[in-house]
């Protein structure tokens, strides 16, 4: 009798195993053919010489990675983008909690609120970089004529070397801000009104002890999660680069992805661009595990 139940555990046991496999199966596909196999086939490519459209190419070792570090172009796009994730990523964040914040405490037009705040994360990249050259433009732009407006001289926000990237870190900003508000509202919701009651009880009549002793600290696993989503967008950093600035002028606003554009599709170095694409995968994966072992040092999950 205990043999039989024992088989019959056995078989129901790797049915389960065989239905869990089978359901895994098309995401774990997906993951190996979009990700896995993609880096693998970067990594062999940054050790040659290889060239697109090229039949043939030559093993160079570590040649490639060599010439990246004595690229002052690429230097200039490794520190424009450091600054840039260490800018707008703070930025983003204080920006969409207080909305956040301010839509969940009003009582009127929260939607209307909510939807406008968004809709720079719906629309198309191109098209908001093509408006905002509009905007700066430094004749007819719309911010140069209010600054006329009030006797002030309107400088050429994307061909200052001084100005380019702070300009593109504010259009950063602007673009990811509704993404964070989202998900900071989110996590104002799953805050329950009793800790709010229990806060009052206790003395936490201000808003702004309220905020201190139960919103914040509820708010830990949504700020590491909005931390490290920003850090990821803002360092795929392109479409604005591309359409508004080239990298241009000189090497002011180059990022890690424009230059790997320019050398893989417009110079055709496939090797040394591949050589770029590792790097950049180091330092993203790199920067997103510390920036979570340390956030996740301060963070409260109940």
């Known amino acids: ?7 019959l555990i056995t078989q129901v046991t790797r049915r389960e195993a065989i239905v869990g496999y089978a359901l895994v199966a098309p995401a ?7 990700v896995f196999l993609p880096t693998v086939d970067a990594l062999l ?3 040659t010489d290889w060239q697109f459209g090229a039949r043939s190419y030559n093993f160079v070792g570590l040649e490639n990675f060599y010439e990246l570090f004595h690229d002052g172009t690429f230097r200039a796009a490794f520190f424009n983008t450091l600054m840039y994730v260490g800018v707008t990523v703070p930025g983003t964040m204080l920006l969409g909690l207080t909305i956040a914040i301010l839509i969940e405490s009003g009582k009127s037009l929260r939607i209307f609120y909510r939807t406008a705040h968004f809709l720079p994360v719906m629309a198309t990249l191109a098209a908001m970089a093509i408006a905002w050259e509009a905007l700066l433009h430094p004749t007819i732009g719309l911010v140069n004529s209010i600054l006329h407006e009030f006797g002030m001289p309107g400088p050429n926000w994307l061909r200052d070397p001084n100005l380019v990237l702070p300009t593109l870190m504010v259009i950063g900003i602007w673009q990811n801000t509704g993404l964070a508000m989202v998900l900071f509202l989110a996590g104002l919701k ?3 009104d ?4 229990a806060a009052a009880v206790d003395g936490a009549d201000h808003w702004s002890d309220r905020l201190r002793t ?5 708010l830990g696993p949504v700020s590491m ?7 990821l967008r803002a360092f795929e950093v392109f479409d604005t680069v591309r359409v508004l600035t080239q990298g241009k002028p000189g090497n ?8 790997l554009y320019v050398e893989s599709f417009e110079f055709l170095r496939a090797g040394y661009g591949s050589a770029v694409t590792v790097i950049f995968l180091i330092i993203v994966v790199a920067l997103t595990l510390i920036q979570a072992r340390v956030m996740d040092k301060k963070v409260y999950y109940t």
């Open 1 to 7: 009798m205990l043999n039989k139940l024992s088989s």
């Open 28 to 34: 774990f596909t997906l993951i190996v053919i979009l």
């Open 45 to 47: 490519i940054s050790v």
């Open 190 to 192: 799953a805050i329950p």
């Open 194 to 197: 009793d800790l709010y009651d």
């Open 214 to 218: 139960v919103t914040f600290p509820m």
């Open 225 to 231: 999660f909005v931390a490290v989503i920003m850090a």
């Open 252 to 259: 002011a606003s180059e990022t890690l992805l424009h230059t």
